[in-house]
């Protein structure tokens, strides 16, 4: 069954177009998990993630730097 996407609808025909084909590009997405669900994200952002990740179990990084309030 087709799924609408209400926000397309105030796009331009031509941004409309854009935008739907890079969501069909499915070579430049990742997928990542987040509470049992996959999300599929540009590769760029996969990789800032994975390079945060690792900056965070860098011992030199102080816990409190990183805590939420």
């Known amino acids: 069954m087709p799924t609408s996407i209400d926000w397309l ?3 331009s025909k031509e941004e409309q177009e854009k935008m739907l084909e890079s ?3 499915t070579e430049e997405l990742c997928p990542i998990e987040v509470d049992g669900i996959v999300y599929h994200i540009p ?3 996969h990789e800032l993630i994975d390079s945060l990740w690792l900056q965070l179990q ?3 990084i102080p816990k409190d730097a990183i805590e939420k309030n």
């Open 58 to 60: 860098d011992k030199s």
């Open 23 to 25: 969501l069909a590009n």
């Open 9 to 11: 609808v105030n796009l």
């Open 43 to 45: 590769t760029p952002v």
